[in-house]
């Protein structure tokens, strides 16, 4: 992380403390930064943005550094405070919710949210997370919601049994909300939609395996299933839209001992290698994580991954997560080092049309907020450029120059 | 729910399974996932609740708080059973005689 020249301190900084290497040197480099002249209002707006306040506090104040102004901490403390209280709330919540359905002889499967943050940090204030979201067979998902309802949840959005059957087929989860406080719990019977590709859940049922939760045995996702599934759901669904993400992968990498032949074995059959690999990328290229041989020799064969990376990054650090300009993305392109790149040279179109390509291409959000058949997806590499330039207004073109 | 016992330096003591907590980076927060409440420890209470992930006894724990902070034997002993009590009597420790 000592690459990126030109990128901001309060940048450096952030991904300083969202990556899971060592805990010495990155204390060491957190008080090198703080020595900058920091702009502290920027850096806690981007730090909201990424999602990686608590993991700031953390270090900060682990630094002990008297360079940090008493007011931000103070913000900071608060900011780490609500997320513990917060994530044990939903911890408590998933726990209860769990024995009901046991009770009621449903198989349950809670996944992302307050699991993932214990599962990931150990200390769930390190990652925050908005609602409680659990896998039931498809055809326990009604018996699941009436419990659900008992237990005093209701459906976010209200349907009739007409509109609940068409639900079903069409999507992929049902969200509900406790009356008293608005608490979102998700059931799912499928983990994603159907545009981020076809992850099986009946293939996860037949390979779950046993977890302690809070002295509970409970049902969890393999851990290289879970891997390949927050790859897609991070960077399909979401594009990589804030560290948060990029952090989850890198701490998996760092933490769990991944069957790396599964995980690329089980991406490949999803057809979502690249998914998966540019989650591995983008860990090693922004938080420093080492990627085992496996990993390296299969990224070494996807060139246009660096171009992929070199927008992510521009995105995360750019407030409102915009466009980074054309001249930007070329300077990240050219500080791409590293053992995980390819040996060919890194983009074998010019410049110009990679970084247009790049931006042009449809992401999640384009074909999930516009549905088309097939046939006619083409139109949603007219749709995105119509997005950005409402999301950028003229600047947009001042961006691709 | 109230629990009589008696520790003693002889005492293997560690936190109960059913809860979740929080390092708050000086304190911490104990969720009991048996009974929904939350609880609080100051740095110390928090250090001795890291410290209890993992069976020991209680003459080991005292002695590791006699190596970290700087305070009189006696004194760390006594605040220490007093923890461990207020731990048990809340259901978050368990011990074994």
Same mark, same amino acid.
């Given at each position: 992380m000592g690459q990126f020249p030109g990128l901001r301190p309060e940048s450096k900084l952030l991904l300083c403390v969202a990556s899971p290497t060592e805990e010495v040197a990155r204390l060491s480099e957190v008080r090198t930064l703080t020595e900058f002249p920091l702009d502290w209002e920027y850096l806690l707006g981007l730090g909201e943005q990424n999602e990686v306040l608590s993991l700031l506090y953390w270090h900060l104040n682990a630094a002990n550094?008297? =360079?940090? @102004?008493p007011a931000v901490m103070q913000r900071l403390r608060g900011v780490f405070f609500q997320t513990s209280v917060h994530n044990l709330s939903l911890l408590k919540e998933l726990m209860r919710v769990l024995a009901k359905l046991k009770e009621d002889g449903i198989d349950a499967v809670p996944y992302k949210g307050p699991s993932l943050a214990r599962s990931l940090? #150990?200390?769930? %204030?390190?990652r925050r997370t908005r609602d409680i979201d659990i896998l039931v067979r498809p055809e326990a998902v009604e018996r699941t919601r009436r419990l659900l309802v008992r237990e005093g949840y209701q459906l976010a959005t209200p349907m009739t049994d007409e509109e609940m059957v068409a639900h079903r087929q069409s999507h992929y989860h049902l969200e509900l909300l *406790?009356? %008293?406080? #608005? $608490?979102r719990l998700e059931i799912h019977?499928?983990? =994603?939609?159907?545009n981020c590709g076809h992850f099986d859940a009946s293939y996860v049922w037949d390979h779950l395996v046993t977890e302690d939760i809070g002295g509970q045995p409970t049902l969890s996702l393999r851990a290289e299933e879970l891997f390949v599934l927050l790859c897609i759901h991070h #960077?399909?669904?979401?594009?990589?839209?804030? $560290?948060k993400w990029i952090a989850d992968i890198a701490r998996m990498i760092e933490t769990h001992r991944l069957d790396w032949q599964t995980v690329l074995a089980r991406a490949r059959m999803l057809g979502q290698e690249r998914a998966v690999l540019l989650g591995c990328f983008l860990s090693a290229y922004l938080l420093g994580v080492s990627l085992p041989a496996e990993v390296l020799s299969v990224l070494?064969?996807?060139?246009r991954l660096a171009a992929h990376a070199a927008l992510i990054r521009g995105r995360l650090f750019r407030p409102n997560r915009g466009l980074p300009g054309f001249r930007e993305w070329c300077a990240y392109v050219d500080g791409l080092t590293g053992?995980?790149? @390819?040996? *060919?040279?890194? =983009?074998?179109? @010019?410049r110009n049309l990679q970084y247009l390509k790049a931006v042009i291409t449809p992401e999640f959000n384009d074909r999930y907020d516009v549905r088309l058949p097939r046939w006619f997806s083409f139109l949603h590499y007219m749709y995105r450029p119509a997005r950005l330039w409402g999301h950028h207004g003229t600047a947009l073109f001042k961006r691709l120059n | 729910m109230t629990q009589t016992l008696s520790i003693s330096d002889a005492s293997v003591v560690s936190a109960v399974k059913q809860q979740a907590s929080c390092d708050l980076a000086g304190e911490a927060v104990i969720l009991n =996932?048996?009974? #929904?409440v939350y609880y609080g420890l100051n740095s110390v209470g928090a250090r001795v609740w890291t410290l209890l992930e993992q069976p020991r006894s209680v003459a080991a724990l005292h002695a590791l708080l006699l190596d970290e902070y700087d305070i009189d034997p006696d004194v760390c002993r006594q605040q220490l059973t007093s923890l461990l009590t207020d731990l048990a009597t809340h259901g978050l420790l368990e011990v074994a005689a």
């Open positions: 550094d008297d =360079l940090v @102004p940090f #150990g200390n769930v %204030a390190f *406790r009356q %008293a406080d #608005g $608490l019977w499928e983990f =994603l939609p159907r #960077g399909t669904k979401h594009e990589w839209d804030r $560290l070494r064969n996807h060139s053992p995980f790149m @390819p040996k *060919r040279p890194v =983009l074998e179109w @010019p | =996932l048996k009974d #929904g």
